[in-house]
């Protein structure tokens, strides 16, 4: 009975055997000879036996040009297989999707309303059917890091600062701040900002959009006003800056145009054509729509010989304004022959000190340890309207000090300081500047309209005929200038000296009375007052004081309902001038552009010069090749980039790249 059984179970593992012998490939059939060794193998191993399984073979489907009439097409993505997209709800669908049957299936479930649409239905819906690529599935970090590397840019640009800035200063900075206050995951998201060279690519792309912002504001036909002025960069290149004045969002907005290189430009005409390249030809604006220029007083710009002003006056219709400033500058250069020695003497001992690096310290060293107020002079510069003012105000400071110090050094320039005529007129000299400096701030600023700049030139013309007036009287008064009337009163002075003193300031005073009137001449204020209703609309309430302007009927009965509304005299009084008259044009439209067309043009080229400012800190002897055409556009700009704007362009770039 065990024999059986036995025999049974041999029988058995010998066919389950031949079975996993037969399924494996180039496998020979099971012989006498060695099937009881197979017997015997399986035996052993049949506790450790594990079944193979056929592994199941996929099948990659195509798209067929048919299943449009179910609404599908195929989905255009790179690197993979094809993919069915619905034209109807754009959703995308697995490959193994891609049959008719699951494709009708769809169109039923999602789109019932739309079993019985003819084939042209869905050939019309496939023209709208958007592609997506793979750019544009950016995670959020990503997207916040590019935003990041903009905004990164922008700053380092603002702040005329080199390209290197980003990576080894805020970058790293960044990071330190980050990791301390927070854990070390949320540093490395930060590392993901970009480095130099894609700062410089961001600052080119921020300069374009803000260009093209600036741009398209011109070019949709309102008027504006520009101020360009020209000047020499560290290279010794010529650089023409050019700014422009124009109404948006109810009010002026003062705006960066462009730098030109002049290198080429051998004359003047050259100039207005460099100008007329760049404002019709690049910008694409009409010369008729400038209605305000402004430049200094320079000859090549205004001189007899040159054609600039006048070309620009022909081609547009707007008026000529010589800068504020600049003129207040040419004002301050006239000084008698007496006062004009004392002013280089001050000059040479700045030179004699500053001129040599030991003695400015030695200076230095010396101040500090007397305890004076300032331990270092200053240069002096035609070209920086306020440093005749400074440079005095520092030397008659430390006049004490210079004075032991040139001794020291033996120089002969110390025998001036002893000399009290000479130190009464650097006094007055010290004083006379300083208000001078006074009145050029005030012209200085954005946004300044000609009625706040005449006032305040109108105001010193009449206060130089007061002073001159408590000169000349019994009892001279010498109030008006602080230190000189402080070294009257703290030295003993000979009347005589005193009075050969006063007659040289009354003769500079006189002068520059006179100065005044011939660069700002009466003329300039009688239009002004016959348009004064423009700065205070609101005075004209009574019916005959209107007659007295030069306004025709139509604007007169404007000027009645507009000074008889006390609603918009809060308005007068809460927004700026401009502002008020660009929110009434649409009630008050004769008035209004009449106003608009005197306020709209610049009174200085202030802006240029704080161009020239700015470029001067870009284009540095180590940096002599940058052009600086972007940095310059991003640092100097009104407009404020639109982020959103910025980053649609990115993807924009990414998919043309595709």
Known sequence: MDHFFFKRKRNNEAKYAKTCSSSTSGSRSVTSDNYEKNTDSNLQTSTAFEPHFKKKKVTVRRYNEDYLKY????????????????????????????KPSKLKRHLETQHAELIDKPLEYFQRKKKDVKSPTPFLNRSAVSEKALLSSYVVAYR???????????????????????????????????????????????????????????????????????????????????ALLVYVRYTWQGDFMEDFLCCLN????????????????????????????????????????????????????????????????????????????????????????????KGNSLNSRLLEIFCSEVGANYTHLLYHTKVRWLSQGKILSRVYELRNEIHVFLTEKKSHLATIFKEDIWVMKLAYLTDIFG????????????????????????????????????????????????????????????????????????????????????FFPEEKFETLRQNCWVKDPFAFRNPDSRTELDLVPEEENELLQLSSSFTLKNDYEALSLSAFWIKIKEDFPLLSRKSIL?????????????????????????????????????????????????????DTRHVKSI
């Open 156 to 238: 380092v640009a603002r702040g005329k600062l080199a390209y290197t800035a980003a990576e080894k200063i805020i970058l790293p900075a960044c990071l330190d701040m980050v990791r301390t206050i927070f854990d070390d995951k949320s540093a490395d998201k930060l590392k993901t900002i970009p480095n130099d060279n894609t700062i410089a690519l961001r600052i080119c792309t921020i300069a374009e959009h803000l260009e093209a912002t600036l741009t398209t504001r011109l070019q949709s036909g309102i008027d504006f006003a520009v101020q360009f002025d020209e000047s020499t960069d560290t290279g010794s290149c010529t």
């Open 435 to 518: 208000i001078l400096n006074e009145l050029s701030l005030k012209l200085q600023g954005k946004n300044n309209d000609v009625f706040q700049q005449m006032e305040q030139i109108q105001g010193f013309r009449k206060t130089l005929v007061l002073w001159q007036a408590r000169l000349k009287s019994n009892r001279p008064s010498y109030y008006m200038f602080p230190r000189f009337l402080q070294h009257i009163e703290e030295n003993v002075i000979n009347e005589n000296i005193l009075e050969e003193i006063k007659l040289e300031i009354l003769l500079h005073l006189t002068s520059l009375s006179q100065t005044f009137n011939h």
């Open 71 to 98: 609404g599908f097409i195929k989905c255009e993505k790179p690197f993979e297989s094809d993919r069915p997209q619905c034209v109807i709800c754009n959703n995308i669908l697995a490959n193994e999707s891609l």
């Open 262 to 353: 002049l290198t080429s430009c051998l004359s003047e005409l050259d100039i207005f054509t460099e100008l007329e390249k760049c404002i019709v030809g690049h910008y694409n604006l009409n010369w008729k729509n400038c209605k305000g220029i402004t430049s200094d007083g320079t000859a090549n710009i205004t001189g007899k010989q040159s054609r600039v002003i006048k070309k620009l006056l022909e081609v547009t219709s707007a008026t000529w304004n010589h800068c504020f400033i600049h003129r207040e500058a040419l004002v301050s250069r006239e000084i008698p022959q007496n006062l004009m020695e004392v002013l280089k003497n001050a000059v040479k001992v700045v030179n004699f000190i």
């Open 598 to 650: 005197l306020l709209l043009p610049f009174t200085t080229t202030s802006l240029c010069e704080l161009g020239f400012s700015v470029l001067t800190q870009l284009k540095t002897k180590e940096r002599n090749g940058f052009s600086g055409a972007a940095e310059m556009r991003v640092a100097l700009s009104s407009c404020v980039p639109d982020w959103n704007e910025l980053m649609s362009r990115q």
